[in-house]
């Protein structure tokens, strides 16, 4: 009984102090309370994951989330632990993060960049999460990850093609593994080269917005560099669904390349109407009509059917691919989905695996320790090779894949073919590079 | 008080005592609990629910009293947030000097696209303003992007001049929102037990405001103008014969309702500085449409009880998805949990707008006076009810 | 000069579409004074029907190919659809891939039932009430027809081509000796829209229905006095007007792979087309789908846009607006329908 010595002095102390701290509402200022915002003091941490769950990208959304759920699965220590075991570093032990269990909330952006800012912040706000990650598109990811900065937490991108999220856009406090503009064209170039020969005339048809214009300007650069000539470029409105009257005039321009500058549902319908017009059976300037979508997506490509076929784009990732990572990957979601993953869920995943182990080789939640340890961070085993994600801007360096539309698909998945694999240093670029001037990354903001 | 009848004031305390208890009212279950889900007592959405709180409500000075239905009034909301972001960028952080130019701006806006608007009634006016928004939404998506940013919405950058500001923090960030100083992101947590509540400074400026709006909101019901408001709703041409012409009645009530929205707008880039081109989409404009009726048209209380609906459904169920759902049914067997959440799923979640959709059907059906209606008759329900055990008390002696 | 027949070609295809919606709008709103906001919501659903028709066709039976593997490195499971093991592979490939068009079939029946419970359902209820609380209630049932559609089929497109045979393009100038090459389904689409209109046309100027029906647009109450039910009358418009929209979707299906906001992309626009035209007027709104689908064309041109930057993406309410200020009846309604 000796050890139990309660005295009654301390009793009455041990008492008081909870009896005000039940009775008297503690108020503090959450800035003073800790040194960063949400910092996960009980057994467990949270994530955000903000994605399209409706809107013409919901199916998207749906895959990354799927890939989100599984990098959690794998963090925690269940499931077979999918590129865990590829993964260069090996800093994560499926314990958790920091010993702490991983948990998430989930969020819709309806790809609007208002809508995407209100659920990220009521994720940060009302569920404490540490780290927001996802999207669907630059305009959101670009919105998102301002709103990551003022607040103090990490954003780790999602799928976001233009070249202003790391670029005129970047943000201390944001990565971004996904590719960029910049990339598709220079990867895209040298196999259009060969392709097609150095005597082109391009004609660019793009969606009238920022991420259309970056990769037009992109394409443009990298295609003019090759000897092409530029012959038009023509802008098309977001909301068009019928691109024939822009299509039409390409017949007779005296071009023999259309470049469809387009994603999603633009990008279907466009490709689709160019088929429509005849346009891959046309022989112009003694050549090949061709027609090449720079940006390719899986998920949207499986929409225009049979018109992808033979068609040249570069993606991502895909998961035909043999390395150790993308097999392990694909094991693990085609076991529990039923279905290869998308880029969009490839990208996703190794962004929640890369925060998760950025946090371990940090020892802390901070964001400003976090963003240090991505910061330059050098890995392999995920799938694109050697992959380095730069301090200058926050973008990821790694080898980008060029595919084209498959002849004789053997099953609803198998739609595109990797043709090749461009190396990293390739399509390098200098951080001051004009096209992603103007920008500054700041300094990383812990929040609170 | 005021200059208010009885009713009207008991009206504005009400709205008072809820908007200024928010942080309570909104966080009915303790943090931990699995039904935190729907707390809704966090910063964003209070703010939310009392900006668009004054969106409809302006919206309904104009749609409840004159009885014209505009389908563009997003595109004034819109004009007031890019406004209050150009201001952040060149004059100052203070939220003043934004919340006021986004007024003036979109009431300017209002007064080109009224005056034109309204040479038309009905649906023709309905067209025309949907027209007017639906290219304010486009031309910002796209050509006008110097001024608007496009797709990725304004944005303050590191760079901006700021004249009145500073460009950038000593630690090398943008500033935030401040009003005379006083951050707009500030919070102050207090924990209650297992609750904690939330006291946002930005909030409590919207709510204010709100205040503010639904006291002149009052105001304007109640006096003669709102009357003559009322004349045009009911018989615009028996008006036209007795002499008076109604445009510049309607006019205003134009005018002021885009100010309303100017003012919404400028509130919600004072607590989020952005301001995107999809806050002036059709849909958006929709949006508030549906908040009016569903709270109740015409009513002062219906549209502020409209928005909150919407946006509690928009930002509370849109989180909810099968691992929550899994969390919650936990206690039933495995069978029967699968079974359940396989029932729920298609609600929550991704399908969210169709459970939107689906209640704002039964209340268009069931209650063409909306939510406020609604409120009615559970309350003359009870009243009825009392009433009614009244006189089975009453009755049953005689028996 | 090729350039603007080919754009005058291209606008008459998008004026098909927006015709054929604008004018089963116009139907609904000309008969039962309802203003229908889930009109799109049909269009999309006849859409829906040939990728139905397309899926039911497709209904596969699994054979394990022990050569191939799939993406899992197990053996791969062959699909081959019914159809192809019934028929042998060459009718039913055939048949597979004639599924539009005998999605007309399929989608007939389908939207005329459909359009009869939206009214028997639903909008019967709405006569009485005010236009708004007609368009809110239809707006409503629009969202929840996108999503349970959404919910069934996912957000992607659907691609559902065209039989190969209508799949190519044809040399439309060849007879008059010019280059102009025009895709050969939106020939057919640009037809059959033509068909169907003339077919509504017809039925209502020569059949003894459509006689009464024309009466009872004019003056539904004297030809109720008169002991004619004009209710029913007005429900099997109804249907008919639900079967041109479900009909457009369909053809519209090889044009753009259809998706489930289609319907929502479609709506504003049609109401544009038919309030220039002119409420209420049938001619008028298909005149209206025409021409407005033929402006836009032109103002995707690129002297077009040159001139006035913007240009392609307003075109359409830019004329919705100087036609209401300029003319506010439309281009052919009557005055002072829907005034108030």
């Known amino acids: 009984m000796s050890k139990l010595d309660v005295s009654r002095r301390g009793l009455l102390r041990t008492g008081a102090v909870t009896g005000a701290g039940l009775a008297l509402p503690t108020i503090f200022t959450a800035q003073s309370a800790a040194a960063f915002t949400n910092d996960p003091t009980g057994g467990s941490v949270t994530l955000g994951f903000n994605v399209p769950q409706t809107g013409p990208y919901a199916d998207e959304g749906a895959d990354e989330l799927r890939a989100y759920e599984l990098a959690v699965d794998h963090l925690n220590g269940d499931g077979d632990g999918g590129m865990l075991n590829s993964f260069s570093s090996k800093a994560l032990e499926g314990s958790g993060i920091l010993g702490k269990k991983v948990e998430y909330v989930t969020g819709d952006t309806q790809t609007k960049s208002d809508a995407a800012r209100a659920s990220a912040k009521s994720m940060i706000e009302k569920d404490g999460a540490i780290m927001i990650s996802g999207g669907s598109s630059s305009g959101v990811a670009i919105a998102v990850q301002g709103l990551c900065q003022e607040a103090g937490v990490i954003f780790m991108a999602g799928l976001t093609h233009s070249n202003d999220t790391t670029g005129k856009d970047k943000k201390a406090n944001g990565f971004r593994h996904f590719f960029n503009a910049y990339m598709s064209g220079a990867a895209l170039a040298p196999v259009l080269k060969n392709l097609y020969g150095d005597d082109r005339k391009a004609y660019h048809l793009t969606a009238d917005y920022t991420w259309g214009w970056t990769q037009e300007e992109s394409i443009k650069a990298a295609t003019e560099a090759l000897g092409w000539e530029t012959v038009n470029t023509v802008k098309t409105p977001l909301a068009a669904t019928d691109f024939s009257s822009y299509i039409a005039p390409v017949l007779n321009s005296g071009a023999d390349v259309l470049i469809l500058n387009h994603y999603g549902g633009n990008m279907v319908n466009s490709l689709t109407n160019a088929v429509q017009f005849g346009l891959r059976d046309k022989v112009v300037n003694g050549k090949n009509f061709e027609i090449v979508v720079p940006l390719y997506s899986r998920l949207m490509a499986k929409g225009a059917g049979a018109n992808v076929k033979g068609i040249h784009g570069s993606t991502n990732w895909h998961w035909s691919l043999q390395d150790e990572g993308s097999k392990a990957f694909v094991r693990s979601f085609g076991t529990k989905y039923g279905f290869p993953p998308s880029q969009a869920a490839h990208t996703c995943y190794v962004q929640t695996l890369l925060y998760a182990d950025a946090v371990q080789r940090a020892g802390s939640f901070n964001p400003c320790a976090v963003a240090e340890a991505l910061e330059g961070f050098e890995f392999d085993g995920m799938g694109n090779g050697k992959t380095l994600y730069r301090a200058d801007d926050h973008q990821c360096f790694k080898d980008v894949l060029v595919v084209r539309g498959k002849e004789n698909p053997t099953s609803e998945f198998d739609l595109l073919e990797v043709v090749e694999v461009t190396p990293r240093e390739q399509v390098e670029y200098a951080p001051d590079h004009p096209m992603f001037a103007g920008g500054q990354l700041g300094s990383c903001n812990p929040g609170a | 008080m005021f200059g208010l009848d009885k009713k009207d004031t008991s009206l504005l305390m009400i709205v008072a005592v809820l908007t200024l208890f928010a942080p309570f009212i909104l966080n009915p279950f303790p943090t931990g609990s699995g039904l935190a889900q729907f707390n809704a007592g966090y910063p964003d959405l209070m703010q939310r629910f009392v900006i668009f709180g004054i969106f409809a409500i302006g919206f309904n000075i104009l749609f409840g009293l004159t009885g014209y239905l505009s389908f563009g009034h997003a595109a004034f909301l819109g004009v007031g947030s890019y406004s209050a972001v150009w201001m952040f960028k060149l004059l100052s952080m203070n939220v003043l000097p934004a919340i006021l130019l986004s007024v003036i701006i979109s009431g300017l806006f209002a007064l080109v696209i009224g005056f034109i608007s309204l040479r038309r009634s009905g649906i023709y006016f309905s067209i025309l303003t949907l027209a007017f928004a639906q290219m304010s939404f486009s031309l910002a998506y796209s050509v006008l992007t110097p001024i608007t940013n496009g797709e990725t919405g304004l944005q303050l950058t590191l760079d901006d001049p700021r004249v009145l500001g500073v460009t950038a923090t000593a630690d090398g960030s943008i500033p935030v929102t401040n009003l005379f100083g006083l951050e707009m992101r500030g919070t102050y947590e207090m924990a209650v037990g297992p609750w904690a509540f939330q006291f946002n400074i930005g909030y409590y400026l919207c709510a204010l405001v709100l205040i503010a709006a639904f006291y002149l909101a009052i105001r304007i019901f109640r006096s003669p103008f709102g009357m003559m408001l009322r004349a045009v709703k009911s018989n615009q041409q028996r008006m036209n014969y007795t002499g008076l012409n109604s445009k510049p009645y309607t006019l205003a009530a134009f005018v002021i309702s885009g100010m309303y929205a100017g003012l919404a707008g400028g509130l919600m880039a004072s607590m989020d500085p952005l301001a995107g081109a999809e806050r002036m989409q059709w849909t958006a404009s929709g949006e508030v449409v549906l908040m009016t009726i569903l709270g109740g048209a015409g009513t002062l209380i219906g549209p502020v009880l409209g928005a909150g609906f919407i946006k509690y459904f928009e930002n509370i169920f849109s989180k909810i998805n099968d691992n929550v759902l899994h969390g919650w049914f936990s206690f039933m067997p495995d069978g029967l949990e699968d079974f359940v959440v396989f029932i729920v799923h298609p609600f929550i979640g991704k399908g969210w707008h169709l459970t939107l959709g689906i209640l704002f059907m039964l209340v268009v059906i069931y209650l063409p006076g909306g939510l406020v209606e609604g409120g009615q008759r559970i309350a003359g329900w009870i009243k009825g009810n009392k009433q009614s055990d009244a006189q089975q008390s009453e009755t049953k002696p005689a028996e | ?340």
């Open chain 3, 1 to 340: 000069m090729d350039a603007f027949l080919l754009q005058i070609l291209n606008g008459l295809d998008k004026g098909s579409a927006y015709a054929l919606i604008a004018l089963g709008l116009t139907l609904i709103f000309g008969t039962l004074g309802v203003v229908n906001f889930a009109h799109g919501a049909l269009f999309m659903i006849g859409a829906f029907c040939a990728v139905t028709v397309q899926k039911i066709l497709s209904l596969s039976v699994e054979t394990i190919d022990p050569d191939k593997t799939d993406f899992l490195g197990n053996p791969l499971k062959v699909k081959t659809p019914y159809v192809e093991n019934w028929f042998g592979p060459d009718i039913g490939g055939t048949i597979i891939d004639w599924s539009v068009p005998l999605a007309i079939l399929f989608a007939i029946p389908i939207m005329i039932a459909v359009g009869f419970i939206m009214e028997r359902g639903l909008i019967k209820h709405f006569y009485k009430r005010p236009h708004a609380d007609q368009i809110l209630v239809t707006f409503g049932l629009a969202i929840v027809l996108q999503e349970v559609i959404k919910y069934f089929y996912g957000a992607n497109p659907i691609p559902t081509p065209a039989p190969d045979a209508l799949n190519g393009v044809a040399n439309l100038g060849a007879i008059i000796g010019m280059d102009l090459i025009y895709p050969v389904w939106r020939i057919v689409y640009f037809c059959f829209a033509c068909l169907i209109i003339s077919g509504v046309f017809a039925f209502l100027q020569f059949t003894t229905f459509g006689m009464v029906v024309r009466a009872g647009m004019a003056d539904r109450e004297t030809v109720g006095l008169l002991g004619i039910n004009i209710d029913r009358r007005f429900t099997i418009m109804f249907g008919i007007a639900a079967a041109v929209a479900g009909l457009a979707g369909v053809m519209y299906t090889p044009i753009n792979s259809p998706n489930y906001h289609m319907g929502m992309d479609f709506l504003v626009l049609s109401f544009v087309v038919v309030v220039v035209g002119g409420m209420g007027s049938l001619p008028g709104a298909v005149l209206a789908g025409f021409v407005l689908g033929i402006l836009e064309s032109f103002a995707s041109m690129e002297w077009a846009i040159n001139l006035i930057p913007g240009i392609n993406q307003i075109i359409i309410y830019l004329v919705a607006i100087v036609i209401l200020l300029v003319r506010p009846r439309g281009l052919m309604g009557r005055k002072g329908v829907m005034e108030d």
